[in-house]
């Protein structure tokens, strides 16, 4: 069955980075386009950007523009998702998504989330 | 990118017929027949309920529809269940290859 298992919690500092992984199983990976998405904490998903998993390509949200940065390996079945120059606001569960349906926003499997902790 | 609007909360009583809106612009639900539906239960994961406007993957129950006019898509969820209370967010493909959320809706099930 298709499955993403990503890495676990993280605490960071503001200024600082943090890099989640997503390992998928149970599919074509690279036959896909993996989406991010976060959720602050008793608030409403966020679309972050995607990567196709085949060719790399990548699109962005203009609200973390130059600060996200998704990437993937396609022999370890895993996308990557980079956020950078962390605050308090950054803090949040982010989930990878699969598109089911040849990018058309159809979301139909999702990771356990992560919870990253931004904290002085 | 602004969040699509959707209406704090809704609530209905079991049996009862419930519709949650989501109301975008020309720019993305007007424009486009992209619009997906999620539920998510407290502290779980979102599941997909709807997409391409109306069209519901295999599992979920046929008493969730959705359909859309102009810059509104809308989801009915009829013959309510206590199960069925959760948050819904609607999404729509905004151009561009980017994708935009609701502000999600809380569905009490009286």
């Known amino acids: 069955q298709v499955q993403f298992v990503q890495s676990g919690a993280e605490v960071k500092k503001p200024g600082a980075s943090v890099k989640v992984s997503c390992k998928a199983s149970g599919f074509t990976f690279s036959s896909y386009v993996i989406h991010w998405v976060r959720q602050a904490p008793g608030q409403r998903l966020e679309w972050m950007g995607w990567?196709?998993?085949?060719?790399?390509?990548?699109k962005y949200s203009q609200n973390f523009q130059g600060r996200v940065a998704i990437s993937r390996d396609a022999s370890a079945s895993t996308a990557y998702m980079e956020l950078n120059s962390l605050r308090s606001e950054d803090t949040a569960i982010y989930y990878c998504?699969?598109?089911?349906?040849?990018?058309?926003?159809?979301?139909?499997?999702w990771g356990q989330g992560t919870l990253v902790t931004v904290s002085s | 990118q602004s969040a699509l609007t959707q209406p704090r909360s809704v609530s209905g009583s079991p049996g009862q017929s419930v519709t949650i809106s989501c109301t975008g612009t020309r720019s993305d639900v007007g424009a486009y027949n992209y619009v997906t539906w999620y539920q998510q239960h407290p502290g779980k994961v979102p599941k997909f309920m709807m997409y391409d406007v109306s069209k519901r993957p295999s599992g979920v129950p046929d008493r969730f529809s959705g359909s859309k006019s102009g810059n509104t898509a809308s989801l009915t969820i009829s013959g309510l269940q206590a199960e069925d209370e959760a948050d819904y967010y609607c999404c729509s493909y905004a151009g561009t290859y980017t994708w935009v959320f609701g502000g999600g809706t809380t569905l009490t099930v009286l």
């Open positions: 990567i196709h998993a085949g060719n790399a390509n990548t």
């Open positions: 998504t699969r598109d089911w349906l040849d990018n058309s926003g159809s979301f139909d499997s």
